[in-house]
């Protein structure tokens, strides 16, 4: 019976869709690529999460990752159209995790959530509400699939019980067993998408990073920020002028510390709240002059905007036509969707930022609370709605800006406070004003499920221990910023721990060649730079739901509590971290398998075992895979276009080859195929001596790598 009602229900999606069933009849799934199958299940909406990117799914570098078994029978996931919305269900196995469904703070294992996908400033709670609600999934059995609807999707994931489940939960007495749970045990993994239909995407493994490897080539591939984007940032209060960032710039000029971007806040632009997008004349009088400067210096600028357009500026009449039904901040809101918007926004974007030699945007409120952003009954003149306008904004303006910039051949790295799917080759990373540590470091572990980018910023911080912690974590991160827009603080505002601070800033420039070249295999090959240890292999943790408290209160239902460890992650190919947050002199930190050593001593540490350390105040943790090879600069101020030595780390005692990535760091031409892979191979004879090797493809010389020597870190 239950076949039965599959086989109706995958039949009625292909006559829905119109389109073709493969030859076995019963599904309507399309091979696209290796490893890679889409649905059409009934029609599906013109507008979806992709639809309005310029995005080429890389599928050359898809290919070359091989084919793909489905760990599923494609049959068992099934979709319907109830009611004039799109039910879908995926099955779940005893052991299966998921993880993904979006920019969660404070889980990495979904199974138990329920959400509504839904683009928004993150309020506290893993209820789908966030800044990247990316309808996308991996399971741990090595598949994942993306929902590929710009709509607001509930889900169940593991949480709803079917009568026809295979495996049924056990039925339990509350009165006398113990083991009764409030959430009986679930085999569904289930959506509604609010539209009457919608096309669904599958991605094969085998492995959950070659998931999420093929989800982000599909998307793109990864970005590859320029250099100087990997450098330490800082933002300046708000109405600071043209004098007072100078003098800034000269404090940090003094103090020898790194600054490779200047961040301007609000207080640059003659109105915002809503915005001008023009220089104001009494801060700024010479905007061109003033970034020129900067520039000389090899410090670039990078300008906050938010959507909403201001009545006083020159922008206001042309876009007015192309503007939505409701006003925020008393601004307009373009409907980024047409073109004429794009046109208007680019050539205004042009005039005052990018012909003025401004190196890329800050695009703030473009996720919203509901108090001040537009309601979902909002019209926009392209015709689409208020909800699919939402779930896409933050995508939409990523697209304009980064597409002004690539028309002039400059890459630019910047912040965003909205993304989705599709938006993991966009020169953006995440970055919010909710301010918890913890959460922060959960949060970088999720954003490598569904391809963006997250930052954990510092601000402010209650002491300097806490300054502390957090600079060591933001700088092991896709963008390192301290944002002093509210409090003007700087990276020596706590003197304690001024010293530690500026090791670590330094060490973050050092690591750029290591960095960059993780960005390239995020570019050419999906692998993101910043990773959950869920991703590498041998990485084995524990988690449980313990049984919760029973409260008249708190917990009625004696939820059950998840306890998993989500404080840890993996830099580049060889890098494991292990942030102390306030309050902590020691923590466990669990080691995948193989041997692993200290980044800073070389010394081994253990192998696949959980390993309690104590490393002081100013050390981040930090370790290093067997074989590993860490390519660093000297401790640079700048990041600028010229050659510098690289140091050749080299940890434990396996032989290995590491392709250290080079390119003009700037330009899209690496696209067409400037670029270098430099081979460096360290061998290692019987008797445990080390040889290293440095292979310059002959003929070609690099762009900013000097002279090259080796240091073995292990004895
Ligand atoms: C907030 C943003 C902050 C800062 C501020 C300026 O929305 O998250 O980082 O830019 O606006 O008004």
Known sequence: MKKYWIFISALCIC??????????????????????????????????????????????????????DLPISEQDITAEL???????RFPLEKDEKIFGLGLNFKTVEQRGRIMRLHVDHYGGTDDGRTHAPVPFFVSSRG???????????DVWCGTSVRKDSKNPPVVRDRNTDKQWAAQ???????????AEGVEIVLFGGPTMLDVVRRFNLYNGGGVLPPK???????????????KEVNEEVAEF?????????????????????????????TRFPDPEGFVKGLNDKHIKTNVWINPYVSPDGELYEKIEPYTGSHTVWCGIVPDYSLPETKKIMTDHFKKHQLDKGVSG????????????????????????SAEQLRQIYGSLMQDVTTQMYRSANKRTYGLVRAANAGTTSYPYVIYNDYYNHRDFITALINSSFIGILWTPEVRSSGNAEEWLRRMQTVCFSPLAMLNAWADGTKPWSFPEVEKAVQEVASLRTQLIPYLYTAFADYAFYGTPPVRAMNLEPGYQAKTTDEQGELDATKNPYAMAVRREVKDQFMVGPSLLVAPLFAGEEERQVVLPQGKWYDFYTGKYVGEGEVITVKPGLDKIPVY???????????????????????EIRYYGKKPSIYELYDDDGETYDYERGEYLRISIEVKVDSEGKKKGEVRVPEGKSTWSYGDFSFKYMTE
């Not at 869709?17 to 009934?42: A, L, N, P, Y």
């Not at 800050?362 to 689409?384: I, Q």
């Not at 895979?625 to 600069?633: A, M, S, T």
């Open 228 to 242: 100087w984007g990997l450098g330490f940032w800082h933002r300046v209060p708000t109405l600071f002028s043209d």
């Open 15 to 68: 006559a829905c869709s119109g389109k073709v069933s493969t030859d076995k009849g019963e599904t309507g799934w399309q091979k696209e690529t290796s490893g890679v199958w889409i649905m059409s299940v009934g029609t599906p909406e013109k507008v979806n999460l992709l639809s309005e990117l310029h995005i080429t799914p890389k599928v050359d570098a898809i290919q070359r990752m091989g084919e793909a």
């Open 253 to 281: 000029e003094k103090r020898g510390f790194p600054l490779s971007v200047i961040g301007l806040e609000p207080g640059w632009m003659s109105r915002s709240y809503p915005c001008t997008y023009e220089w104001d004349a």
């Open 361 to 384: 945007y800050k695009m703030d409120e473009n996720d919203g609370f509901d108090s001040w952003l537009w309601p979902d009954v909002a019209k926009f003149p392209s015709g689409n």
């Open 624 to 646: 290093v895979k067997d074989g590993g090879i860490i390519p660093l600069w000297p401790k640079l101020t700048k990041v600028d276009t010229e050659k510098h030595p690289i």
């Open 143 to 153: 598949y994942g699939a993306l929902i590929n609807s710009a709509r607001y999707i």
């Open 184 to 194: 009986p045990y679930s085999d569904n993994l289930e959506f509604l998408v609010p």
């Open 82 to 88: 109830v009611d004039g919305k799109t039910y879908i």
